[in-house]
Each structure stands twice: as C-alpha cells, then as structure tokens.
C-alpha cells in the first residue's frame, strides 16, 4: 500500500501516521519523488483500513501495489536507487566493478590480486574467506584469517571489499569487517540468514539461486530490506538449465527485467555463469551493454594453481583488457 501525501504536507502532519503504522507492526517508508511525497507499507497491511488512513487531512489517496516486493519493488520507490559504500557507488548510472580470487588463500596472493585490480580501475575487492563447496573434502576457505586478510587488503589499496556470509555464527564479524556482505546462491533462501544479514543494516551483495526465478530474487532481497537493510545489490551469476556446454547460463535478460521491476541496483557475476574464463569477456560485455551496473569477476594470479575455481578465473592481464573494452562499451551507450 502506498499513501500518497498532499503538496505542502507538513512534518506534524505525516508524524501521526508514522506512529500508527508502528503500533500495527508495518514497515514504513518515505518516497519523495520532484513533485509527489509518499509513504510506502510494508508488511501485513491487511489490519489496516484505508478508511483510517484517508482520515488524516494530508492524504491525497492511497494505491495499492499487487506485487509481493514492495520494498524491493520500482514502485515503493520509482527513482534508480545509488549506493555510496566506502566511496564507491553504484546504480543510477554509477557502474562498479568488483574483482578478485574466488577464495583468499594467502596474505601474498590477495595482496597481489588487489593491488592488480585496483590498478585496473576496480571498485571493489570480493574474496572468499568462507567457501560454500559442493564437495565437503574441498578447500572451505580460511575463514576469519581470510577476512582479516582482506582487511589488510583493503587498507593497503582503499578498496571496500565485498566477502560472502553463510553462517550466523559470523554475523559480527561480518558486521565488523565486511563493506559489503555476500549472500550466495546457495543461501539466497536462507529466510533466516537473509533476516539476520538484513539487521544488521550494511550493504549487501544477494545472488540469485541456482535454480530460483526472478520473482524468487526479489522476494529474497525483501526479506533482507525487511530486515533493516536499505543498500541491497542484485546479483545474476547464471541459473541452472538443460545446457552443460557452460557452467550455468548466463540470463542476461534478467538486467532488464530486474531494473524494470525494482530500483536496486544489478550486477553480473560471469565467472560463476560461464566456468570458463575465456567466456568472461564476452559476457562482461553483453552484461555492460544490457545496463548492468557493475560486474563481479573473478580474477586470480596463478589460475592454474588456485584452491578454488580457477578454471573461471581471468588473470590480471586479461582482466585488464576486459576492463578496457567495458570502459568502451559504456561509451558507446552513454552516446547513443
Ligand atoms: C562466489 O562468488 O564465490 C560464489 C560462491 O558464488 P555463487 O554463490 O554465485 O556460486
Ligand atoms: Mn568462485
């Protein structure tokens, strides 16, 4: 449900409603568009009735909006939303790029993949400190020393860094540490986890399931804004389909559908849609052309020696060449 304020509204006007909606449990939002103001309901709103709400002089009308994402939806909020995280933006024409190793596996490799990328021109640093891994024998990551080793990384280079959460048992270290925290596809149904994750009220970076549609997406990146957190980036990284000539496939189209339903920001995540680090490039591309906001590549030093997904990995030198092509691809937009 969305209230829609009278020009002129004053503050003491609109405070009575605020501390209605709280006293019935609803998530309230103010959306100030150039010329309209309006509060957005999330929540059970079906205690509420419309009759109460069109009794407050400064409510113009009310709509109600069908989809289940309302805070996530384009709707609640009509405008691009623009996240400033440790410097950095993204969405609303701001594109940001997050490189780095699958997992961190020593001080010298993320050291020097991030001093690599940086130079390249990233935004941000993603790494793995814990790993979710199909095979329990695999290298898990190295937890807390690999988040403490991205920090160091961070400091040296400036770069907020961007690490995946799967466990609550790491809720504060995460809180502490993490600029941005990942959920991953893996997790992106962890009602729970994306519950906790969104109290704690920082960015978070959400990966579409394996197998989860868009609506699906969505309904995940609510729970964490239903949570407390407003700064939620989406993220395609391929979904499971009948194809097995690459790791996932790649929708792209989910660029498109996804800005046209909802005002976070989206990135794409090639490295886990491809599997193969030559079909990277390509696919930054298609995703930079489609209006993704940023990318998330994974990038590694010594691919053929690395602990996890090295096969996806692009090495520096190529990352630097995709980095340049990205850059020209959004010229070529930005001027069309
Ligand atoms: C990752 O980004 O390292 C990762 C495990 O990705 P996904 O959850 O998309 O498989
Ligand atoms: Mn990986």
């Given at each position: 449900?969305?209230?829609?304020?009278?020009?002129?509204?004053?503050?003491?006007?609109?405070?009575?409603?605020?501390?209605?909606?709280?006293?019935?449990?609803?998530?309230?939002?103010?959306?100030?568009?150039?010329?309209?103001?309006?509060?957005?309901?999330?929540?059970?709103?079906?205690?509420?009735?419309?009759?109460?709400?069109?009794?407050?002089?400064?409510?113009?009308?009310?709509?109600?909006?069908?989809?289940?994402?309302?805070?996530?939806?384009?709707?609640?909020?009509?405008?691009?939303?623009?996240?400033?995280?440790?410097?950095?933006?993204?969405?609303?024409?701001?594109?940001?790029v997050?490189a780095g190793?699958?997992?961190?596996?020593?001080?010298?490799?993320?050291?020097a993949i991030a001093a690599a990328v940086k130079d390249s021109g990233a935004?941000?640093?993603?790494?793995?400190?814990?790993?979710?891994?199909?095979?329990?024998?695999?290298?898990?990551?190295?937890?807390?020393?690999?988040?403490?080793?991205?920090?160091?990384?961070?400091?040296?280079?400036?770069?907020?860094?961007?690490?995946?959460?799967?466990?609550?048992?790491?809720?504060?270290?995460?809180?502490?540490?993490?600029?941005?925290?990942?959920?991953?596809?893996?997790?992106?149904?962890?009602?729970?986890?994306?519950?906790?994750?969104?109290?704690?009220?920082?960015?978070?970076?959400?990966?579409?399931?394996?197998?989860?549609?868009?609506?699906?997406?969505?309904?995940?990146?609510?729970?964490?804004?239903?949570?407390?957190?407003?700064?939620?980036?989406?993220?395609?990284?391929?979904?499971?389909?009948?194809?097995?000539?690459?790791?996932?496939?790649?929708?792209?189209?989910?660029?498109?559908?996804?800005?046209?339903?909802?005002?976070?920001?989206?990135?794409?995540?090639?490295?886990?849609?491809?599997?193969?680090w030559?079909?990277v490039e390509?696919?930054a591309?298609?995703?930079?052309?489609?209006?993704?906001?940023?990318l998330?590549l994974?990038v590694h030093n010594?691919?053929?020696?690395?602990?996890?997904?090295?096969?996806?990995s692009v090495t520096p030198q190529v990352f630097h060449r995709i980095m340049n092509k990205v850059g020209r691809?959004?010229?070529?937009?930005?001027?069309?």
């Open positions: 449900m969305i209230v829609i304020l009278k020009r002129g509204t004053q503050e003491r006007e609109v405070e009575p409603i605020y501390k209605m909606l709280e006293e019935c449990g609803i998530i309230a939002q103010e959306i100030t568009g150039e010329t309209t103001r309006m509060i957005g309901m999330a929540g059970d709103t079906s205690g509420i009735s419309e009759d109460s709400i069109l009794c407050f002089p400064c409510v113009e009308r009310i709509m109600r909006v069908q989809e289940p994402y309302k805070l996530a939806g384009r709707k609640f909020h009509p405008e691009e939303s623009v996240f400033d995280i440790g410097g950095q933006k993204i969405g609303g024409g701001h594109f940001a997050m190793p699958c997992s961190v596996e020593s001080e010298e490799q993320i050291l935004s941000f640093l993603r790494g793995g400190a814990f790993k979710p891994r199909t095979s329990p024998y695999a290298f898990k990551g190295l937890g807390l020393e690999g988040l403490e080793l991205l920090v160091m990384a961070k400091r040296k280079t400036g770069m907020p860094i961007v690490t995946e959460i799967m466990s609550s048992e790491y809720l504060d270290a995460f809180a502490e540490l993490a600029d941005v925290i990942q959920i991953g596809a893996r997790n992106m149904q962890n009602f729970t986890l994306l519950s906790q994750v969104g109290a704690l009220k920082k960015p978070v970076l959400l990966k579409r399931g394996l197998s989860s549609t868009i609506e699906e997406l969505l309904m995940a990146a609510e729970y964490i804004m239903a949570g407390g957190s407003s700064e939620v980036i989406l993220c395609e990284r391929g979904i499971r389909t009948f194809e097995t000539a690459t790791r996932n496939t790649l929708d792209v189209s989910a660029v498109p559908v996804l800005k046209a339903k909802s005002h976070l920001p989206v990135v794409i995540d090639p490295s886990h849609a491809t599997g193969y030559y079909y390509p696919m591309l298609a995703a930079t052309a489609a209006g993704a906001d940023g998330m994974e010594n691919p053929e020696l690395a602990l996890c997904d090295g096969a996806q691809v959004r010229e070529a937009i930005a001027s069309s």
